[in-house]
T-cell receptor, first 113, second 116 residues
Framework: KQEVTQIPAALSVPEGENLVLNCSFT??????LQWFRQDPGKGLTSLLL?????REQTSGRLNASLDKSSGRSTLYIAASQPGDSATYLC????????????FGKGTKLTVNP | GAGVSQSPRYKVAKRGQDVALRCDPI?????LFWYQQALGQGPEFLTY????????KSGLPSDRFFAERPEGSVSTLKIQRTQQEDSAVYLC??????????????FGDGTRLSIL
């Protein structure tokens, strides 16, 4: 059974810092990996999707890497801003028929002005 | 709007009552998903549809939970004889699914269900 772990559970940083969020998964037979952002009381917003054949994806100040063989992904946020404060969730989709996602518990990020 | 729409946003019910939660996916999206999110946890998969076919319902916690998508668009998640442990946020997501590979799932804002 696939399990996804995110470390740390919470992170508080001053504005302007570069930071890294970690995600690990137990079964390397994945189809893709997605990073999401969730604001309080809201649904999830997709940030980046990395296909199993890819090593990284970039969008603006965000960069996600994937090391499938070791079961790890990192989300790098450059020059953090208070508006980046949210919970960041990592999710994997397994190879095979089902499109379901398996999520980690998330990292709650607070960026202080 | 063009996003996934869920209703109601909030639902309070007494233990033992039946509830129905609605999801309107993005137009043209083939795949539709239901997830349950407990406080402080990540979403957990319940079930998903490809058009009107329910392809995976392995995450439904009991036979009190039932989902349908009769015409391949709007979906309803029904919970019968609700219990306090059913209290959670229920998230719906949709995607292009088999139409286009490696497409992200797009989520609604969820229905927050509280069972008294």
């Amino acid at each position: 059974k696939q399990e996804v772990t995110q470390i740390p559970a919470a992170l508080s940083v001053p504005e302007g810092e570069n930071l890294v969020l970690n995600c690990s998964f137990t079964d390397s037979a994945i189809y893709n990996l997605q990073w999401f952002r969730q604001d309080p009381g809201k649904g999830l917003t997709s940030l980046l999707l990395i296909q199993s054949s890819q090593r990284e994806q970039t969008s603006g100040r965000l960069n996600a890497s994937l090391d499938k063989s070791s079961g790890r992904s990192t989300l790098y946020i450059a020059a953090s801003q208070p508006g980046d404060s949210a919970t960041y969730l990592c999710a994997v989709r397994a190879q095979g028929g089902s499109e379901k996602l398996v999520f980690g518990k998330g990292t709650k990020l607070t960026v202080n002005p | 709007g063009a996003g996934v729409s869920q209703s109601p946003r909030y639902k309070v019910a007494k233990r033992g009552q039946d509830v129905a939660l609605r999801c309107d996916p993005i137009s043209g999206h083939v795949s539709l998903f239901w997830y349950q999110q407990a406080l402080g946890q990540g979403p957990e998969f319940l079930t998903y549809f490809q058009n009107e076919a329910q392809l995976d319902k392995s995450g439904l916690p009991s036979d009190r939970f039932f989902a349908e998508r009769p015409e391949g668009s709007v979906s309803t998640l029904k919970i019968q004889r609700t219990q306090q442990e059913d209290s959670a946020v229920y998230l719906c997501a949709s995607s292009l699914g088999i139409l286009v590979r490696n497409q992200p799932q797009h989520f609604g804002d969820g229905t927050r269900l509280s069972i008294l």
